[in-house]
């Protein structure tokens, strides 16, 4: 699209884009890692019927923040599936609430449910009608009966564990199922794919699971494969270019060298073990020397036929990506006091006769930047009157410790031995501390 575009414009378009992707810069306190679970692994840990649909992704957040909980909006995946390179678009995965519902219908259509459920079935219906022909009838319901009690406990019932297991570990951006992530800690979910869309993806095909080591002669002897077009001086000279379909090399017209199997050239060339289903089409000019495109009909393969190739393949052109903010919790909002110490007298009395314009003290705890000043009353009478205010300062941006200063002659009108802490806030809100 910028190929058409004047100069000036088409950098202008590029310095826009850089900005915006500037905004949305990794932050360096969160880290995520995946992992791809095969189909027995969805099979067995959420049931058949999930692992038919999706591909289980699981996905582990770690928060490294010391101070800020990590909340997950949401998971976005991308499978870079273009063979020529080009990088594949992110989506979201499906919630578990959708994903909950194929759970919740695996308790009628699965094999283990459906023998079960049928035999027990039967074996009502012969108890039913066994009054009315007594004899082998009631003897085969009474067999079917003990078989049925055995069958449930040998062939247990995991519909139950693995919805169980899906509530727990499913992904989900549903206020009451968000994910969050503690400070310095991880959290492990698991992102469900639909996996139909990748059945016919390049990296699904028989020819990545081909190794070729050559073709042989008339003779036996194994010979290289040099070009696979026929306009080619090798072609003309012996090259069995049916064969040469069969394989999963690709060469470029004229070369003299045989061409190892590159993912990212695989966009034309597809080479099919079936030479009757490649289209080849060749130059209508002799000594045009450009690539002869090949097209091939994809072959579904459903994700429980994937070979151990294929997932390693589709695991390198996979990326995850998790999108959250850092949050604080309420807890963490509030102001807590936790010591005031103040230049202290060898009896433990407060030091009045070295303050000059006031007496410091060192106030501990926590949000203090919030605090307005500090009031001390009265512990041992509530309805005496006398009360003295000390300014608060916090600086260096520490907002766990402080200094609060009182006036000497404040509180030298104090009579009682013991007073009450209590914080005061810009609204004038007093609040008594432990």
């Not at 060749?282 to 459903?302: I, T, V, W």
């Not at 936790?338 to 009045?352: A, I």
């Amino acid at each position: 699209m910028l190929a058409n575009k004047p100069p000036d414009i088409a950098q202008g378009v590029v310095a826009a884009t850089r900005q915006v992707l500037s905004v949305f810069s990794r932050p360096v306190d969160v880290g995520c890692a995946m992992g791809i679970l095969d189909f027995p692994e969805t099979s067995h840990a959420y049931g058949r019927n999930i692992a038919n649909e999706y591909i289980a992704v699981q996905i582990v957040v770690r928060n490294l923040n010391k101070d800020q909980g990590f909340l997950v909006h949401d998971v976005k995946f991308a499978v870079n599936a273009d063979p020529r390179g080009s990088l594949g678009r992110f989506y979201s995965g499906r919630d578990k609430i959708i994903v909950r519902a194929l759970s919740a219908t695996q308790q009628n259509t699965d094999p283990r449910n459906l023998a079960v459920h049928t035999a027990a079935g039967i074996g009502s219906l012969l108890t039913a009608i066994a009054p009315l022909y007594l004899g082998a009838v009631t003897d085969a319901a009474g067999v079917l009966t003990t078989f049925n009690t055995a069958f449930d406990k040998y062939w247990k019932d995991l519909s139950f564990d693995q919805l169980n297991l899906l509530n727990d570990t499913g992904f989900s951006s549903a206020s009451s199922s968000q994910t969050f992530v503690p400070k310095t800690g991880s959290s492990m979910f698991v992102a469900f794919i639909p996996s139909r869309q990748f059945s016919e993806g390049w990296w699904t095909q028989r020819c990545v699971d081909q190794i070729y080591v050559g073709s042989t002669d008339r003779n036996g002897r194994v010979k290289a494969l040099a070009s696979t077009h026929p306009q080619s001086p090798v072609a003309a000279n012996g090259i069995d270019v049916d064969l040469a379909l069969k394989s999963c090399t690709f060469d470029d017209p004229g070369d003299a060298k045989p061409g190892p199997l590159n993912p990212a050239q695989l966009a034309r060339p597809f080479k099919s073990r079936q030479p009757e289903k490649v289209r080849v089409l060749y130059p209508k000019d002799p000594g045009d020397q450009r690539d002869a495109d090949l097209f091939r009909a994809a072959h579904a393969m459903p994700y429980r036929k994937w070979s151990g190739n294929a997932l390693a393949i589709f695991r390198e052109l996979s990326t995850a990506v998790v999108a959250g903010t850092h949050i604080i919790e309420q807890a963490d909002l509030q102001t807590s006091l936790s010591q005031l110490t103040c230049p202290n007298t060898p009896v433990g009395d407060v030091d009045l006769a070295s303050a000059k314009e006031k007496v410091t003290c060192v106030l501990t705890g926590r949000n203090l930047e919030k605090i307005a000043k500090v009031r001390l009353s009265n512990a041992e009478d509530s309805a005496d009157p006398a009360t003295v205010d000390g300014s608060i300062s916090v600086s260096g941006g520490d907002s766990n410790s402080a200094s609060v200063g009182f006036a000497p002659e404040d509180l030298r009108k104090l009579k009682a031995r013991s007073y009450n802490v209590f914080t005061v806030n810009a609204n004038g809100i007093e609040v008594k501390t432990a």
